[in-house]
Structures are given as structure tokens and as C-alpha cells.
């Protein structure tokens, strides 16, 4: 009689087989793996019922014919390629892996595979048989191409934006009579297209609504002066940059001389949708001191008349009445996006958010004296803020690039702190939360909705880059008590 400790080894090797068996058929369905076998004795080809589900080629035994019965399904485009490596690979190497678009021969539907497998040989070295896997890669595959898409329309949109800035340079150069007004000039039509970038990027540069370009244009200029309506009309990226730049010229020309340069003046801003497609667009100041019409034209009329009108695929005309600059800017249908497709992505809290964020009004900061330590990774920037804010009167510390240099600066003597939200990929969020430990006053600045980030009790005084200085400095002032908060 047979001892129960001879029966259960006995029965061990099998049970230890099924086991296995069964372990490796659940990783295979875990991973999403279908195997194939190649005996080279039979030239058949068996593809297991995992495979045939992935790649709808028919489970069971098919006559191999030396490989070629499996590379009929592959991609014409892609067959002999994968041939000529499955050779190189087979002669040289006991295993390969490739990646091959198949075409799945029940519904017509084109793949990407990614097949490996290894070959086991006779003691002489002649091919027994090749086991392997293949995996349907085709999503990973798509999100490849997407974002090799993407790194290619973000590599011509910079370029676009540097020949850009590279014309508006030149073009303001040759129409400013001294460097403090080219900077100014400058520095303003840059930030005009900054707010226009920053609208396009919340709606992955889908378009803007007219309504939010003219509030991120005149909300922090002409505060409580600037009245504007119209039916929402969206615009395509290019429409918001240029009207962005159009009503920048607008604003700066009304703030020296229209009705922004007195307390009476005011701006009423109107458009509505054109019956053939496009938009109209009217600029009307009043209340202003008279307005003659300019002895010479400078780069900002030639820019709304002739650039913005073209960039719009439409007109731009500008009247210099005596009772105040009136403008009709005229688009064609082109210039319009789909308003879904901006309602979808738009946020409407975060819309308003950034409205607050940038509207400082009229009020004027006087931060002589402050201390401030500023936080920035990215030093041609830090080194241009410092010397706007020693200009203004203030003393800057650092600048610190990183949380560490940031951190053991904490026992200096400073004011506020002006804290880049992203440094160098990383979050501000351990400085931010030190800060508050300590209660010491700072503001954010971030080119993005990287504050998500930050731990709500570190809730502060928030800016957008680029950096404008004015912006800056009333930030500054509210974060030290110097102004009420709004």
C-alpha cells in the first residue's frame, strides 16, 4: 500500500505544473499578451486563442510556409522590413523583439504590434521551434504620434512668436526716438501678447472669446473707464493675437493722449457677428481732451490699419475725430473658431480668476524702501525684474533659483517674497508652505496653472508672467499693507 507521503509526491510535479500553467495564462491575459508558437519540423504556425482575439487571425494550426503565411497580415509598408529583421535577428540571436502595423484580416482594421520571442535550435544549431508574443500597442503608438504632433506645432508656433517679437522689435525700434521709449513700447506690445497667450493656452490654443481678450487688455488700463458688449464670438488663435495687439495700441494711444490720460475720459467698446461671417468691432473714446489726427504715422497706426486688418482677413480704419479716436476693426469668417470647442475647455471660476488677477486698476504703488526676496529660477528673468524693482525703489535679495537656496534665505531681512510657482519643474509648494509657517507676506507668479499645486493655506496674492512691473509693484504694495487689498 502506497504511503500518503509517496502519494503527495507523486502528485506534486503536476500540481506544481498546473499551478505554473495557470500563472502564466493569468499574466499573459494581465498583460495583454497573445503567444504563438512556429514548429520548424512541421512548418506550422499555432496561434493560441489569446492571439487570435488580438489580432483576428484564426486560432489553430496553419501551414507556416517558412514565416510568410504570418507576414501576409503585416502592412504592406511595414513587410519587407520586418522580414529582413526577423532574418538578421533569428541568424545572429537567440531572441528578437519588433514593432509592425498589422492589418487584421477579419475587419480590415489597421494595428501596431509589438511581437518578441526567442528561438530554440537542435544540438547542431539548426531551428526546432520559435515560441513568442505579440501585444496590441496601437493606443501607446497613437499617443506617440500625437505628441511628436504636438512638439512640432509647439517648435513652429515658438518659432512664429520669435519672428514676432524679432519684427515688433525692429519695427518699434524705427519708430521711437530714444531707448526709454522703445523699452516701454516694447515692453507693452510684449505684454499684450502674453495675455493673448495666456487666453489661448487655457483653451489649448482652441481660440478666445472677443469678450475676455478686451477684458485682459483694458481690465488692468482702464479700470472702471472701459465699457464693453457684444454676443460671445470666439476667435481663432491667430484673431486673438491680433486683436490682442490692435486694442494694445488703442489703449496705450488713448492712455497718452485720447480719454485714458484724463479721470472724465471713457472707452465704450462694442461688436457684433456680420451676416456673412466675421465680426465688427467699434473703439469709441469720448470725454477726452480734442484729438487731432497725428502729424506722422507712427508703427501702432500702421500696425492696426495695415497688419491687423490683414491678420484678421478683413479692415481696420482709424478716425481721429475731435471729439475722440473712434476705430471699426472688421474681420471675415476665418477669424472665427467653433464656440464649443473653447466652452469645452474654458473654466469659467478660472476665467474670472485670471480677470481679478490682472485687474489692478488705476491705483498707483509706491514701494521705495521694501525688502523684497525674490524667488526665480530662470535668471535673465530675475536679473530684469531686479533692475525694474531697484528702479521703483526697492532693495532685492537673491535671486534664489531653487527651494534650498530659498529656504536659508528665510532668516534675512526682507519684507515680501515674490516666489516663482514652478522652479525648474519642481513646486514652489515647500517655500510657499514655510512662508505661511512663518507668516511672512509673498506673492505668486506663475505662467501657468501650476498654484493647483499648492496647499490652500498658502493662499496669496497671485500675478501672471511675464513679469510686468507695474503689475508687480501693486502686488508688493498689497501684500505689505501699502494698499487694501481689492
Known sequence: MTSAKTQRLEIDPVGRLTVETARASLALDAAGLGEFEWDAARDLLIISARMARITGMAEGEHPADSGEYALGFVHPDDRDALREALREKLVHEARYAVEYRLIRPDDQRVLWMESSGVIVRLPGGAPQRLIGVVRDVSERKAAEEAREALVAELDHRVKNVLASVQSLAAQSARKTTSMDAFLKTLNGRLQAMAAAHTLLTRTRWRGAEIGDVIGAELGPLAHGRARWSGPPVVLTARATNALALALHELATNAIKFGALSTEAGRVEVRWFARVGGGFELTWAERRGPPVDPPARQGFGTMLLERVTGRELGGSAEVEFRHDGVRATLRSDAAALAEPHAVADEIDEAEAEESRTELSFGDQQADISGLKVLVVEDALLLA????????????????????????????????????????????????????????????????????????????????????????????????????????
Open 383 to 486: 536679473l530684469e525684474l531686479e533692475a525694474a524693482l531697484v528702479e521703483a525703489g526697492a532693495s532685492v535679495l537673491g535671486p534664489a533659483a531653487n527651494a534650498e537656496e530659498a529656504i536659508e534665505m528665510m532668516d534675512q531681512d526682507f519684507d515680501v517674497v515674490l516666489l516663482d510657482a514652478d522652479l525648474n519643474g519642481r513646486s514652489a509648494a515647500p517655500i510657499a508652505e514655510e512662508l505661511a509657517r512663518r507668516g511672512r507676506p509673498f506673492i505668486l507668479a506663475t505662467g501657468h496653472n501650476d498654484t493647483a499645486s499648492l496647499p490652500p493655506e498658502t493662499a496669496s496674492i497671485t500675478v501672471r508672467k511675464p513679469y510686468n512691473v507695474r503689475q508687480i509693484a501693486l502686488a508688493l504694495a498689497r501684500a505689505t499693507g501699502r494698499l487694501p487689498q481689492p
